[in-house]
């Protein structure tokens, strides 16, 4: 079983070479672990050429990325204009009687308002009791 630091670094190797690498490399290393480990900061900007501390800004400016490991489920609900129009103010504030939970803006399934994310599953239509249903299977 490879360890953390192998892992980030054959992945590291994997995107390096693509324009823009940082913020895909982070991604896949958060799909990959579920989190980023405290220790990719260095193997990544030796790999992508950059400072520790551009590649530590970048995790911490993008509220997406987290930097410890997490058995609760990341809730994201969107609050653009479709979800709004349908909805989706009302669930968030349920929404936030449950869990912490991300606002974010479009999730693409506007023709399904409103919309939330749950570690990257989405559902549509979802009402505050659809919601308590999927937390509840995310549970589980
Ligand atoms: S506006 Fe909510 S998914 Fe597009």
Known sequence: ???????????AAKHR????????????????????????????????????AEVQGVITFYHYFRTEPSSIPRVEICCAESCQSMGSDKLLAHARTVC??????????????????VDEKPYARVTPEKFDSIMKKAAS
């Open 17 to 52: 070479d693509r324009p823009g690498a940082l913020l895909p490399l982070l991604h896949a290393i958060q799909d990959e672990m579920g989190y980023i480990p405290p220790e990719s900061a260095s193997i990544i900007a030796s790999a992508l050429n950059l400072s520790s």
């Open 1 to 11: 079983m490879k360890e953390p630091a192998d892992k980030i670094a054959d992945l």
């Open 100 to 117: 912490d939970v991300h606002p974010v803006y479009c999730l693409g399934l506007c023709a399904s308002s409103p919309a939330m994310m």
